[in-house]
DNA sequence: TATCCAACTGATACGGAGTATCATAATGAT
DNA sequence: ATCATTATGATACTCCGTATCAGTTGGATA
């Protein structure tokens, strides 16, 4: 049987490092109108525990105790409210890890499955120009890099 | 109206214009081994007469006596011979177009629903510029543009 | 032209992913 | 403690795409 994670309000017995982020991400939530309730932060607890963009399905199974549709509503809130990031799969499966807020794209390793930020790059600006010279009005943009990370890398 | 080059084959009948295209297709289709087949050629010729990107179940609607496993095995033949793009709209429904062969990422209307190419465009160099600076070796990537067209671009 | 095998077709059924429904339960403001 | 609002979860459903498989067709060969 698992242990539950006991919710400790400032007390001595030190908490799982994921719980910061679960409060952090719940109170981001609340200002927004959003209850704490438990089956949400059991999704965000899970969320924040995986080493690796994971599908939904993979946390409905590792959330026995969670309804499926609350899994599936708690990540869609959680990519509306921004503190998921949605991440596409050459295959186009669809996976999510916890956002690192801010625009970025993702280095999505074959291999191994990882995937790491593309910051502080001028992709955007490049995409806005080149779009602006055919005649085009860029609003967005959806960019996924696939190859291998340094780990993986071929010689 | 748009008058297309029709290719006269030896008779007096001109066809459809889309006719050549599709003759084009089969014939690299054929040198790769493909039959030529008469739902295969429906499809082709269904996918040229769109005028946007089109689903796989657009074409099933417009094509009733083909198997609708045909239209979706016809249309994953014409990605993998690369004579029909894929294209992911911003809601990740999946819709295909004839290619214009060769590397390009396509500009898409959130208004009117048109594509447009992008080729000539270096963003490849710089991603693989700024992957290689994070350790990654990029072996590919999805890139799509949303925003407005010239026609409805927002003044 | 007849033969023959591999490729193709289409009806059907199946599976995965995500959502609608709706009765019930929990939250948090008062 | 009350109560309106929001959230939950079981279920059923839709949608997209694919596996199956018996029957058909294309086209190479003779
Ligand atoms: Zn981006
Ligand atoms: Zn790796
Ligand atoms: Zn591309
Ligand atoms: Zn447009």
């Given at each position: 049987?698992?242990t539950?994670?006991?919710?400790?309000t400032g007390?001595?017995h030190?908490?799982?490092?994921?719980a910061?982020i679960?409060?952090?991400?719940i109170?981001?939530?609340?200002q927004?109108?959003?209850r704490d309730?438990?089956?949400?932060?059991?999704?965000i607890?899970?969320?924040?525990?995986?080493?690796?963009?994971?599908?939904a399905e993979?946390l409905?199974?590792?959330l026995?105790?969670?309804?499926r549709a609350?899994?599936y509503?708690?990540?869609?809130?959680?990519?509306?409210t921004?503190?998921?990031?949605?991440v596409l799969?050459?295959?186009r499966?669809?996976?999510?890890?916890?956002s690192?807020?801010?625009?970025?794209?993702?280095?999505?390793?074959?291999?191994?499955g990882?995937s790491?930020?593309?910051a502080?790059?001028?992709?955007?600006?490049?995409?806005?120009?080149?779009?602006a010279?055919?005649?085009?009005q860029?609003?967005?943009?959806?960019l996924?890099i696939?190859?291998?990370?340094a780990?993986?890398?071929?010689v």
């Amino acid at each position: 049987m698992i242990t539950a994670a006991v919710k400790h309000t400032g007390h001595r017995h030190p908490r799982p490092r994921s719980a910061a982020i679960v409060d952090d991400i719940i109170a981001q939530l609340s200002q927004q109108g959003y209850r704490d309730t438990e089956p949400r932060r059991l999704v965000i607890n899970a969320a924040a525990a995986q080493r690796r963009p994971f599908t939904a399905e993979e946390l409905c199974a590792a959330l026995p105790c969670v309804g499926r549709a609350t899994v599936y509503r708690g990540l869609r809130l959680l990519v509306e409210t921004e503190q998921v990031c949605r991440v596409l799969l050459e295959d186009r499966e669809l996976r999510y890890q916890l956002s690192h807020q801010g625009h970025h794209h993702h280095l999505l390793c074959a291999a191994c499955g990882a995937s790491a930020d593309l910051a502080n790059c001028d992709v955007d600006a490049l995409l806005q120009e080149a779009a602006a010279t055919a005649g085009f009005q860029m609003s967005g943009h959806w960019l996924e890099i696939y190859g291998r990370c340094a780990d993986c890398a071929v010689v």
